[in-house]
């Protein structure tokens, strides 16, 4: 079995394992693993479909984003802190993952955003994650074009204050090909680590790979990016563009593009999928044995009340106050989080390079981020 279906099934073997969902509900799963030339290490496991809508966004606690990639990519950044002294090397106290070593990200459908804008296709259509500008207002969600960055993908009818404005999953995945998926806490321990490989569930014959190909969606080069009067900005940074590999046999189970559900989501296209219901529970695993399930509609850890949001203990490991925590036990400091960020002075310097490049960008959330 090549590398690419262990990847696969040891996902699938992950989702079985811990999901207790309704058979007919659908879901979206997504993993990172650590692979070479013999093995696979599942490092991290997500799965999820939604968002916490923009009026319950003020909780700085609460996991914004309950998408698989995001969930998968924060699970992550988890493991990197527990294995630092294992799979990386460390020079001049910042530390690289061992050379031998290559990272492949699993997602069971086209990320949402621009990897799911095919006018010609009979299965996916055209996304419903609307660009940011048009974010609270009515205007369609069909508007084709790659410049624009987009939300996480709601219906027409769907009130705004119930509309999540993280960014679309294709939009993040194009900004870890140049950031890496470390994020900016983790860029000042660590150099950045990019995603050698996606595997991607995938039934059409069109290439989505342009979704996240920053200098096709941007019309740019690369010195508008990474380059400053024709000097490199860092060498640490880089652009790195995943192999994307399809995966047309053997679907995933729940997954509304899985051609068995054809009959059910009436290929999605004719957007009349009203009888889909998407689970509310997001899962998380994190090697060796962390499990975590999330309500992908608050934000917060399966079962926990709304009036209890601010009881630190309960909240999920991968919210940004957890994650910061984990920070603080590799490096002292008493900045607040949005202030630790910002010394990464490089990363941010870069993506807000990136963000001159298109038309719009998600809503500035520091006001969420003022937290020790």
């Not at 804008?117 to 508007?143: H, V």
């Not at 399966?302 to 309960?314: L, R």
Request: contains cysteine; proline residues 4%; aromatic residues 12%.
């Amino acid at each position: 079995m090549n590398i690419y279906k262990q990847i696969k099934y040891k996902t699938f073997e992950k989702f079985d394992e811990l999901d207790d969902s309704n058979p007919n509900e659908m879901t979206v799963i997504a993993s990172i693993s650590l692979v070479d030339e013999n093995n696979v290490i599942l490092c991290s496991f997500g799965s999820g479909s939604k968002g916490v809508g923009k009026k319950d966004l003020q909780n700085s606690y609460r996991l914004h984003s309950c998408h698989a990639e995001v969930i998968a990519k924060r699970g992550f950044q988890i493991w990197i802190y527990q294995n630092l002294e294992k799979y990386f090397v460390k020079n001049n106290q910042i530390y690289e993952l061992d050379k031998r070593f290559k990272i492949a990200m699993y997602i069971s459908q086209p990320p949402c955003g621009e990897c799911q804008i095919i006018p010609q296709s009979q299965i996916y259509g055209l996304s419903a994650a609307k660009p940011l500008e048009y974010f609270e207002t009515d205007m369609p969600n069909f508007i084709i074009d790659p410049k624009r960055l987009r939300s996480i993908p709601c219906k027409l009818e769907t009130p705004i204050d119930n509309r999540c404005p993280s960014f679309c999953c294709s939009d993040k995945i194009m900004l870890w090909t140049v950031l890496g998926i470390q994020g900016s806490l983790l860029s000042q321990i660590i150099k950045p680590i990019y995603l050698d490989y996606i595997i991607i569930e995938y039934r059409e014959q069109y290439s989505i790979k342009n979704g996240i190909n920053i200098l096709k969606r941007s019309n740019c080069q690369i010195q508008d990016i990474l380059y400053i009067n024709q000097r490199r900005i860092s060498n640490k940074f880089k652009l790195k563009i995943p192999k994307i590999i399809y995966t047309r046999k053997k679907l995933f189970k729940k997954s509304p593009y899985n051609e068995i559900q054809d009959n059910l989501t009436n290929k999605r296209v004719k957007q009349t999928n009203q009888d889909v219901k998407f689970n509310s529970k997001s899962i998380l695993f994190v090697e060796p044995s962390h499990v975590e399930k999330i309500n992908s509609q608050t934000g917060l850890t399966w079962g926990m009340a709304n009036k209890s949001q601010h009881i630190i203990k309960f909240l999920p490991q991968i919210t940004k106050y957890k994650l910061f925590q984990l920070f603080k036990q590799h490096q002292d400091t008493k900045l607040t989080y949005y202030e630790q960020k910002q010394q990464s002075r490089k990363y941010h310097f870069i993506k807000n390079r990136i963000q001159n490049l298109f038309r719009e960008w998600t809503q500035d959330k520091s006001h969420f981020e003022q937290f020790q």
